[in-house]
Antibody, heavy 118, light 112 residues
Framework: QVQLVQSGAEVKKPGASVKVSCNAS????????VHWVRQAPGQRLEWMGW????????KYSEKFQGRVTITRDTSASIAYMELSSLRSEDTAVYYC???????????WGQGTMVTVSS | DIVMTQSPLSLPLTPGEPASITCRSS???????????LGWYLQKPGQSPQLLIY???YRASGVPDRVSGSGSGTDFTLKISRVEAEDVGIYYC?????????FGGGTKVEIK
């Protein structure tokens, strides 16, 4: 079935980087964009950016510009989100989600918990 | 950025009762193609969000018809005609008109 499977939980020190993967299956990966959304404890969902899986073109939220890099490997049907210069406020669950033509996220990954702590 | 405001914050209900959640955007979500770029998502406890409604009023695949969305422009409503135990969770609206995509603060639906 159509699914997005993310990599496992990470614990990082402040200033480090984290790279989360999102493995797509059950559909033609290059036909859909993949977005990244995060949810810090007690906070609302927050959009980070997206990648056009076919072209590799990206767009990022200004909030994360310069710290986030979203890439994809079409041969493996995997999207990646790398966040650098981590701080405690980046502690959150990070989700990848597939963007459908009707302008909504129809499939979500299971989430990856990233904890930033010294 | 478009600001999304939801109410109420919490909605305790007994099974069979109707539910109504409102979402207001800081600017119109009506695209010139006639569609409202507003979606509703439900995040059940311990799960990822799941799509309920897109374009303001179109039910996603597998969503029961007791769930409906309405509204246009800046004011939207999600209704559940008769709440069931499986409806428990946090409901979010999200605008898809422009980036950054933005979400409402969520409405927690719980069963009394």
């Amino acid at each position: 079935q159509v699914q997005l499977v993310q990599s496992g939980a990470e614990v990082k020190k402040p200033g480090a980087s984290v790279k989360v993967s999102c493995n797509a299956s059950g559909y033609t990966f290059s036909n859909y964009a993949v977005h990244w959304v995060r949810q810090a404890p007690g906070q609302r969902l927050e959009w980070m950016g997206w990648v056009n899986a076919a072209s590799g073109k990206t767009k990022y939220s200004e909030k994360f510009q310069g710290r986030v890099t979203i890439t994809r490997d079409t041969s493996a049907s995997i999207a990646y989100m790398e966040l650098s210069s981590l701080r405690s406020e980046d502690t959150a669950v990070y989700y990848c989600a597939r963007w459908e033509l009707f302008e909504a996220f129809d499939i979500w990954g299971q989430g990856t918990m990233v904890t930033v702590s010294s | 950025d478009i600001v999304m405001t939801q109410s109420p914050l919490s909605l305790p209900l007994t099974p069979g009762e109707p539910a109504s959640i409102t979402c207001r955007s800081s600017q119109s979500l009506l695209h010139n193609n006639g569609y409202n770029y507003l979606g509703w998502y439900l995040q059940k406890p311990g799960q990822s969000p799941q799509l309920l409604i897109y374009f303001g009023s179109y039910r996603a695949s597998g969503v029961p018809d007791r769930v409906s969305g309405s509204g246009s422009g800046t004011d939207f409503t999600l209704k559940i005609s008769r709440v069931e135990a499986e409806d428990v969770g946090i409901y979010y609206c999200m605008q898809a008109l422009e980036t950054p995509l933005t979400f409402g603060g969520g409405t927690k639906v719980e069963i009394k």
